[in-house]
Nanobody, 114 residues
Framework: QVQLVESGGGLVQPGGSLRLSCAAP????????MGWYRQAPGKQREFVAR???????NYADSAKDRFTISRDNAKSTVYLQMNSLKPEDTAVYYC????????WGKGTLVTVSS
C-alpha cells in the first residue's frame, strides 16, 4: 500500500496564497511523475499540475502563471505553491504519483473565501 500524505490546505481569502505538500515513500517518489489534481464540489476530478523525475512541468490552463509545482527529491516531497487564489480554486486537492500505476493521497481541502 503506497501512502501519499498531503498537507497545507485551509481557508484563505481571495488573492491569497497557500503551499501544499505531499510526502511519498522514497522508493516510489524517486521514479514517479508527481502531480496534483483537484475536485470541486459537484465536479469531476481535474488535472492541475505535474512534474517529472527530470523536473519538467505541465500545468492546466487554470493554474498557469499562478501555481508552481516543485519537488524535493531529498525529502521525497512535492509541493504546489498557489498564488492569487480565486474562489473557483476551492476544491479538495489530491496528490498523485504515476509509475506504471496511479497512486493517490486522501486529499487536502482548500477553501478560498472572504
Amino acid at each position: 500500500q503506497v501512502q501519499l500524505v498531503e498537507s497545507g490546505g485551509g481557508l484563505v481569502q481571495p488573492g491569497g496564497s497557500l503551499r501544499l505538500s505531499c510526502a511519498a515513500p522514497g522508493n516510489i517518489f524517486s521514479i514517479s511523475t508527481m502531480g496534483w489534481y483537484r475536485q470541486a464540489p459537484g465536479k469531476q476530478r481535474e488535472f492541475v499540475a505535474r512534474i517529472t523525475t527530470g523536473g519538467s512541468t505541465n500545468y492546466a490552463d487554470s493554474a498557469k502563471d499562478r501555481f508552481t509545482i516543485s519537488r524535493d527529491n531529498a525529502k521525497s516531497t512535492v509541493y504546489l505553491q498557489m498564488n492569487s487564489l480565486k474562489p473557483e480554486d476551492t476544491a479538495v486537492y489530491y496528490c498523485n504519483a504515476l509509475f506504471l500505476a496511479n497512486y493517490w493521497g486522501k486529499g487536502t481541502l482548500v477553501t478560498v473565501s472572504s
